[in-house]
């Protein structure tokens, strides 16, 4: 259902992979409501998924960057601005990755250059991506910048490994940066908290599959999808929300405020 909400808004969507990606979902979403963009990933990521059939789909060109690469991303944003014609209105950072988590790491013995990997392009990447935009002052006022995050920012998932630290970073940069964006730029700046989605970064992590059971019979709405997120990112990007800046945004069902809920104690009672 498309109600024209990003009509004429231009934008660079990172991070999608194949079609479980919730940036592949969010693109899909955008071009419903009449919104354009360039898409962008990892060059190694271009090779392996499946990004050009979606990039047919939704009338999109294709651009290689490694998003801890500043001169990649410096090309990314000067080519999206002349291809899309003009500054761009909305981004969704949407990339993660821990090489600890990928090579069965224990959080207890992180192999440091992995770790710093993984903070380079979970983390610091939104940093570099944002301050590539700023620079060149490539976004319009009243644009709008989202970043993806998890709960194990705040609370411990001890699965989810390095990653918390990476998501925490994260969620950091967003307020810092944000600020200046908001202040200099017109620009608004916001993280998502997205409940465990079935995605390739998502069945990354140890023990996925009883872990989002649980998150969903936490939850009183249970599990957000991808396309659920990519419904909240549209709002996000559209003028509707164009004073929430600064802010990490739960979308998760609920799970983020329960302490425990029937179906979870139901597991334990054992009269
Ligand atoms: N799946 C979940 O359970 C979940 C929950 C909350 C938040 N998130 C976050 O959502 C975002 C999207 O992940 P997803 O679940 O759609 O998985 P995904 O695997 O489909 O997407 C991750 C993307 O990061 C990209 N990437 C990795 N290294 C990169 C680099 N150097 N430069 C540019 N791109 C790079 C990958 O190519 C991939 O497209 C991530 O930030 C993730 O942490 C996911």
Same mark, same amino acid.
């Given at each position: 259902?498309?109600?024209? $909400?990003?009509?004429?808004?231009?934008?660079?969507?990172?991070?999608?992979?194949?079609?479980?990606?919730?940036? *592949?979902?969010?693109?899909?979403?955008?071009?419903?409501?009449?919104?354009?963009?360039?898409?962008?990933?990892?060059?190694?990521?271009?090779?392996?998924?499946?990004? @050009?059939?979606?990039?047919?789909?939704? @009338?999109?060109?294709?651009?290689?960057?490694?998003? /801890?690469?500043?001169?990649?991303?410096?090309? $990314?944003?000067?080519?999206?601005?002349?291809?899309?014609?003009?500054?761009?209105?909305? &981004?969704?950072?949407?990339?993660?990755?821990?090489?600890?988590?990928?090579?069965?790491?224990?959080?207890?013995?992180?192999?440091?250059? *992995? /770790?710093?990997?993984?903070?380079?392009?979970?983390?610091?990447?939104?940093?570099?991506?944002?301050?590539?935009?700023?620079?060149?002052?490539?976004?319009?006022? *009243?644009?709008?910048?989202?970043?993806? /995050?998890?709960?194990?920012?705040?609370? &411990?998932?001890? +699965?989810?490994?390095?990653?918390?630290?990476?998501?925490?970073? $994260?969620?950091?940069?967003?307020?810092?940066?944000?600020?200046?964006?908001?202040?200099?730029?017109?620009?608004?700046?916001?993280?998502?908290?997205?409940?465990?989605?079935?995605?390739?970064?998502?069945?990354?992590?140890?023990?996925?599959?009883?872990?989002?059971?649980?998150? +969903?019979?936490?939850?009183? !709405?249970?599990?957000?999808?991808?396309?659920?997120?990519?419904? =909240?990112?549209?709002?996000?990007?559209?003028? !509707?929300?164009?004073? &929430? /800046? !600064?802010?990490?945004? =739960?979308?998760?069902?609920?799970?983020?405020?329960?302490?425990?809920?029937?179906?979870?104690?139901?597991?334990?009672?054992?009269?």
């Amino acid at each position: 259902m498309s109600h024209n $909400l990003l009509k004429g808004k231009r934008g660079i969507i990172f991070g999608a992979l194949d079609e479980n990606s919730i940036a *592949w979902k969010t693109a899909e979403r955008v071009f419903e409501e009449g919104g354009s963009f360039v898409l962008t990933n990892a060059p190694v990521a271009l090779r392996m998924g499946t990004i @050009n059939e979606l990039a047919e789909k939704t @009338n999109a060109q294709v651009i290689a960057a490694d998003a /801890t690469s500043e001169k990649d991303l410096e090309n $990314l944003v000067e080519k999206a601005v002349e291809i899309l014609g003009g500054k761009i209105d909305f &981004v969704l950072h949407s990339i993660g990755m821990s090489v600890n988590v990928r090579k069965g790491r224990h959080y207890t013995d992180q192999n440091y250059d *992995w /770790t710093q990997k993984g903070l380079d392009i979970s983390a610091i990447s939104f940093h570099k991506t944002m301050q590539t935009l700023y620079k060149k002052d490539a976004m319009s006022a *009243w644009g709008s910048i989202v970043g993806l /995050t998890y709960m194990a920012a705040q609370r &411990v998932f001890p +699965d989810y490994n390095d990653m918390a630290d990476n998501k925490a970073y $994260l969620e950091s940069v967003a307020r810092s940066f944000g600020y200046f964006f908001g202040k200099d730029k017109k620009v608004r700046v916001n993280t998502i908290s997205q409940s465990p989605t079935p995605t390739t970064a998502g069945k990354g992590v140890k023990g996925f599959d009883g872990f989002i059971e649980y998150a +969903d019979k936490m939850s009183p !709405l249970g599990n957000a999808t991808a396309l659920e997120c990519a419904d =909240y990112t549209i709002t996000l990007f559209s003028d !509707l929300t164009k004073k &929430v /800046t !600064l802010q990490n945004l =739960y979308h998760d069902g609920g799970f983020s405020n329960m302490g425990v809920s029937q179906q979870v104690m139901e597991k334990f009672v054992t009269e």
